[in-house]
């Protein structure tokens, strides 16, 4: 299996999604803005789509738009937490775009009917080229390590936004800061999953972790773990039964964990504890 | 420019409108886009004032998976859409409980999606050769609707759009204050229940002429426009189904013209109302 140089590439690529996704997914989980990384996930099909229909670099419409649109959904909310309501119709709008340049595209390119959009969408972790990996693996380092240097006030102002801007948090900027980097993560995470599943390595591993611990750190190594653990599960999968698809695989090692996680904890988790008396 | 995209457009309204309506599949589309339109205009306006976007997304998703089992498995699309809709509503509906914790409940959702999706697509990569086919059931096809589904559509929509109006007061008072109306001795979790149902029935059939993926079109962009506008339940609930009519019948017709695809029309004028209603008020 890894004298397979394919398989070399995804597994570095998927490890470093996988830390990347486990690491950011556990505080979108803690901050409930699971649907904003839903939406991003979205936008990142479109602003590829973009790219590729106006013959750009993918990864350059990938990445400008998720984290434009990060800013745009933080902005646009309550204490840069956007509701749902602002949420769902910029996503279904950013959907409507994304058709559009799909069918720009495929015009464009007769030859590729459609098929751009289908690989922006599920992924293709076995077609990454070894500079696709090296972009990814600094990516997820430069997402962790930014998200680790603010892990602390981005916590209090989490749990505690009132408190917490009172003391000198700044509470809206960091909101920014975090939902730009959702879309660092979710537009590295397309080129690996696609667009459409990346929301399962965000949400799963963490949501498990939220379940099973109620201390940050242990639980953002557990859901890192989580992550990492279900791309390798994932990949192993795949290659072991090359007609399921990775991403598949992936989302459902994820997704399993997950299950696991909620069989093995039936008390209330710890964030909807704390948040119950927020809402 | 304008003439490039629209290249069958005579600018003569009324000759334009008998050459549209002349095809049988285009009044097929404009009396099924019309159903669904009345339908996802009342259920979206209570799925926003009930906060309920995500939970509509994910049951989206699931429209796409159960219409990718149904194509594997040779069985009718409908009976896709539907069965794994409604599987989905009372999935969620067990999984987050009576009491909705905002937190835990979006990560339910996420993961549940996510596996959604990711089934949807081996279930599409087992069938083989239906790269096409997908784009279809993710974006919407409004040239492949039949006579018969037409029907099946406004029998769904009228049974949806009864049970809705029935529990309506009910709804909104366990909508607004779950636990005051809990104390009044209404039925909050068994009316979440049945409503996520009707959400599920909704989506489904709106997958069929939108997609899975540009539900939220129809469903969020004309209720939250009429949120904004009106507070009240009435006026809202009738504004909501107004605007996703005209969205729907003018998306259409530019579609029609046009050589874009009918859900970009959709989703740019909806967005573009909801963009000028936050401006107004």
Known sequence: ?279 | MLTDVFTGLSWNPVSDVQQMLAYPFMVNALEAGTIVAVMAGVTGWFMVLRRQTFAGHALSVTAFTGASAAALAGAPLALGYFGFCGAGAIAFAGATGPKRSYSSESAAIGSFQSLALGLGFLFVSLYHGVLNGLDSLLFGTFLGITSAQVVVLLAVAAVAIALVGLAARPLLFASVDPDVARARGVPVGLLGFAFLLVLGMSVAETSQITGALLVFALLVTPAATAHRLTARPLLGVVLSVVLALAVTWVGLTLAFFSIYPVGFFVTTISFALYVIARLVR
């Open chain 1, 1 to 279: 299996m890894f004298a397979q140089e394919f398989m070399r590439n995804a597994l570095i690529a998927g490890s470093f999604v996988g830390l990347a996704c486990g690491v950011v997914g556990y505080f979108v989980v803690l901050r409930a803005q699971v649907f904003a990384g839903d939406a991003l996930s979205h936008v990142a099909f479109t602003g590829a789509l973009a790219a590729a229909a106006f013959g750009a670099d993918v990864r350059v419409g990938l990445f400008a738009a998720t984290i434009l649109g990060g800013l745009v959904m933080g902005a646009l909310g309550d204490r840069a937490r956007a509701d749902d309501v602002v949420i769902g119709t910029l996503f279904a709008w950013s959907l409507g775009l994304g058709v559009l340049f799909l069918s720009i595209f495929t015009t464009r390119n007769s030859a590729g009917n459609g098929t751009a959009g289908i690989r922006v969408l599920f992924g293709s972790i076995f077609g990454l080229s070894a500079s696709d990996v090296r972009t990814s693996v600094v990516l997820a380092l430069v997402a962790v390590a930014l998200l680790l240097a603010v892990a602390r006030p981005l916590l209090f102002a989490t749990l505690d936004a009132a408190v917490a801007a009172a003391q000198g948090v700044p509470v809206r900027a960091l909101g920014l800061l975090f939902l730009a980097l959702v879309g660092l993560v979710a537009a590295q995470a397309t080129q690996a999953v696609g667009a459409l599943l990346l929301l399962g390595l965000l949400a799963a591993p963490a949501g498990a972790a939220h379940r099973l611990t109620a201390r940050p750190y242990r639980g953002l190594a557990l859901s890192t773990a989580f992550a990492v653990g279900s791309v390798w599960l994932g990949l192993g999968l795949a290659y072991a039964f090359p007609t399921l698809p990775p991403s598949t695989m992936i989302v459902s090692a994820a997704a399993g964990v997950y299950v696991l996680a909620l069989l093995a904890s039936s008390r209330p988790a710890w964030p909807s504890r704390i948040l119950a008396t927020d809402r």
